[in-house]
């Protein structure tokens, strides 16, 4: 969850962390902090609150050297102040650190050291890691030497980062298990280090992960990886085609704003190069499947956490219509705790836009370990999620940096279309007829999520009328259920009202009891086969006061009467629909976040990728 940026080479490494730091502060922002190595000793700058705090403090009072490692922290062990704000100095102050996990025996290791007579500055886990170095180092070792004994004490999963300032030639890296990813990234005489790629961009695209167990000891003029037993390890370098500027907000107020405009670009780059408009065959190489595998799955179960799941319970409405293969929909850190039925005939398919999210990652191990074929819809390139992955679909949505997923929804619903065609083709179970008439539903996929954002300003104008609720219900059916959940997650994530989604026909079993003048209702209704039950949902809601905002198609002249508001969208396919339905519901959460005055890119408490259980 936390962002680690790390420098060495011949330029002032202060400035290089603090942008680095500034692209990853999407990671955790309850504080930070740098580490630059200044006249042979460590000066370190740490604040609580967001990074301006620590941009401040450093203009104040500037470090600069050749040197240096920074870290953006989203607390889980320690209050979120200064004190605890990483990195973390030992006794001596020869050892900074900084630390992406937690520390799972870190009761214990801590109470033995205090027995030591070792003497904690910090309520933080990671301060335990710094200390261990330190006694190894005492020992006359080198710093990676020390690392690897001292990682060999913990229990848990990390992504360390560290140096000494006796031994200013190196950063020493190391990563285990499967949060705390750390990519290495390659210069001309200089190199760097992340926890994600976004902070390295702007100077190389020529980068190593590093797997799980693996530790490199990082010099100006490149890597030596071992592993954590000490075996050398060999790799090769690999050229990431992610822009730079993708990771920036250009023109816009903020990412989430950014991320919600690209989805044209990422819906076109999802469809190009992967389907064959004439003979309606779908192109996914990555996902090395076979028409023999294909034939003997008797099952799906996807497994992912938030936003993804909600794209997950889309996908099963298109693969089980589509292709007739039974899928299951698992909350990742449900299926990974529940004993689940897996055998060597079922998918597992993750999906993610991380590829770090530790639930989905425990839940992929889950089923690999009972025999399962795995599969992941992606979008971080080099992802543990993709790297453990039998089959691949990359997400083609570019980085996302807003903690509100946005475009790493619609991707996915794409993805899996694709998915469903390419399974019914192999399992013959689609006609080639039908088959060209979807893959051709998707030309004008760009055209309508074009349209739809040419209409903000109309989906404004609700944002206006509901910014000062409190509560607020989403309703949704059929393949659009899970529109009205992902509704209600991005209105509660970033403008903190309490929002529900509810299968509209469950309405009736409970929450209608809540209806009432004070409870906005959003209905998404458009022309799909769901219609005419959400209809009556409609005129259920209106008749208990409640007011009612209805999604519907362009030209539907029956939901005009019905509703106080109506957000409007053109017509689209039915299985293609919650691609065009859930981007109004984007929108309006946003604009009511930025009428609330709240910080759309950082909502408190939340993080982007959720690397811990
Ligand atoms: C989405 O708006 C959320 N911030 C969150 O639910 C997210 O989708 C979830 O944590 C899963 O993340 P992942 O896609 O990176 O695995």
């Known amino acids: 969850m936390c962002g680690i940026v790390g420098y ?17 502060e999407y990671r955790g922002y309850d504080s930070a902090g740098i580490a630059v190595l200044q006249n042979g000793g460590f000066e370190v700058r740490r604040d609580a609150g967001k990074l301006h705090n620590l941009l401040n403090m450093v203009e104040d009072s500037p470090l600069s050297g050749k040197l240096g490692i920074g870290h953006t922290r989203w607390a889980t062990h320690g209050e979120p102040n200064a004190r605890n704000a990483h990195p973390h100095m030992g006794a001596t102050g020869d050892v900074v650190l900084v630390h992406n996990g937690i520390v799972e025996n870190y009761i214990k290791l801590r109470e033995e050291m205090i027995a030591e007579g070792i003497e904690f500055k910090s309520d933080t886990d990671s301060e335990i890691i710094v200390h261990l170095v330190e006694s190894y180092l005492s020992t006359g070792v080198k710093l990676e030497e020390a690392a690897r004994s001292a990682l060999s004490h913990l229990k848990g999963h990390h992504g360390v980062v560290m140096a000494s300032s006796k031994e200013p030639d190196k950063i020493v890296a190391a990563r285990i298990g499967n949060a705390g990813g750390v990519v290495i990234g390659f210069g001309e005489n200089e190199m760097f280090i992340a926890s994600d790629m976004p902070a390295i961009l702007e100077h190389t ?7 799980s167990q693996q530790i490199a000891t990082i010099t100006k003029d490149g890597a030596e990886i071992n592993t954590l037993e000490g075996e050398k390890v060999e790799f090769s370098v690999d050229s990431v085609s992610w822009d730079p500027i993708s990771a920036e907000k250009g023109e816009y107020r903020h990412f989430m704003q950014k991320e919600i405009h690209e989805q044209i670009r990422s819906l076109t780059d999802t469809i190009s190069g992967r389907v064959d408009f004439e003979t309606g065959k779908i192109i996914l190489p990555q996902l090395n499947l076979t028409e023999e595998f294909a034939n003997k799955i008797e099952r799906i179960v996807i497994v992912a956490c938030g936003t993804a799941a909600y794209a997950a319970m889309v996908g099963k409405v298109l693969i089980e219509k589509i292709a007739r293969i039974p899928v299951e929909v698992d909350i990742a850190s449900e299926f990974r705790y529940r004993d689940p039925i897996i055998n060597e005939n079922t998918v597992v398919m993750a999906i993610s836009q991380s590829g770090e999210t530790a639930d989905t990652l425990a839940a992929m191990a889950e089923g690999k370990s009972r025999g399962a074929t795995l599969w992941s819809i992606v979008n971080v390139i080099g992802s543990q999620a993709m790297r453990i992955s039998d089959g691949v679909i990359p997400m083609q949505s570019g980085p996302e940096i807003g903690v509100a997923s946005t475009k790493a929804y619609t991707a996915p619903l794409i993805d899996q279309y694709l998915l469903a065609i390419l399974l019914a083709d192999l399992r013959g179970v689609l006609s080639e007829e039908e088959r060209i008439e979807m893959v051709n539903e998707l030309r004008s996929v760009p055209d309508l999520a074009d349209q739809i954002l040419g209409r903000e300003e109309q989906y404004k104008k609700v944002a206006l009328a509901l910014k000062d609720t409190e509560n607020c219900i989403y309703l949704g059916r059929g393949i659009n259920m899970p529109t009205a959940y992902e509704g209600a997650l991005k209105l509660k994530e970033i403008s903190y009202i309490h929002a529900e989604g509810y299968p509209g026909g469950e309405m009736k079993h409970g929450p209608i009891a809540l209806f009432d003048e004070d409870m906005p209702v959003i209905v998404i ?20 006061n409640a007011p009612v905002i209805v999604l519907a198609t362009d030209g539907d002249e029956q939901i005009p009467p019905l509703a106080n508001q109506v957000m409007w969208i053109p017509e689209t396919s039915w299985m293609l629909s919650p691609v065009f339905t859930v981007i109004p519901l984007q929108i309006l959460a946003y604009h ?8 759309v890119d950082q909502p408190r408490n939340l993080a982007k990728s959720v690397t811990v259980e």
């Open 205 to 211: 695209r020529e980068v190593v992960f590093l797997e």
């Open 592 to 599: 009511i976040a930025v009428l609330r005055g709240l910080d």
């Open 525 to 544: 209704a458009p022309k799909d086969p769901w219609y005419e039950k959400m209809l009556s949902q409609i005129e259920q809601t209106k008749a208990r």
């Open 8 to 24: 060495i080479g011949p330029r002032d490494a202060t400035p290089i962390i603090l942008n680095g730091l500034k692209r990853l």
